[in-house]
């Protein structure tokens, strides 16, 4: 099995920015396309980007050009760097893994983290 772990979430203000990490643990296979989603209060949980191995991303609508996503293949581990942070950014954030390269955000994913919280302050 294949542990997922996030860190670096916290409470920001309005055009701030945070770094996510999440480290990828357990049976050691190579994963293939890493990726972030994120579920906001009384909403559905949505893409927010992914990468692939070649370094290949694709990001939501909603976070072009603020978000930027990276991978470490060594350390399998992968970061969500969220610049201009807005208070509708306010979620719980995931990161998912799946054997597919293929980094889109249909589904399924098949490792997701346990979540960190990111809370944006207007």
């Known amino acids: 099995q294949v542990q997922l772990v996030e860190s670096g979430g916290g409470l920001v203000q309005t055009g701030g920015s945070l770094r996510l990490s999440c480290v990828a643990s357990?049976?050691?296979?190579?994963?293939?396309?890493m990726g972030w989603f994120r579920q906001a209060p009384g909403k559905e949980r949505e893409f927010v980007g992914a990468i692939s191995p070649i370094n290949a991303t694709n990001y939501a609508d909603s976070v072009k050009g603020r978000f930027t996503i990276s991978r470490d293949n060594a350390k399998n581990t992968w970061y969500l760097q969220m610049n201009s942070l807005q208070p509708e950014d306010t979620a719980v954030y995931y990161c998912t893994a799946r054997i597919s390269p293929v980094a889109t955000k249909t589904f399924p994913y098949d490792y997701w983290g346990q979540g960190t919280q990111v809370t944006v302050s207007s």
């Open positions: 357990g049976r050691s296979f190579r994963l293939g396309a």
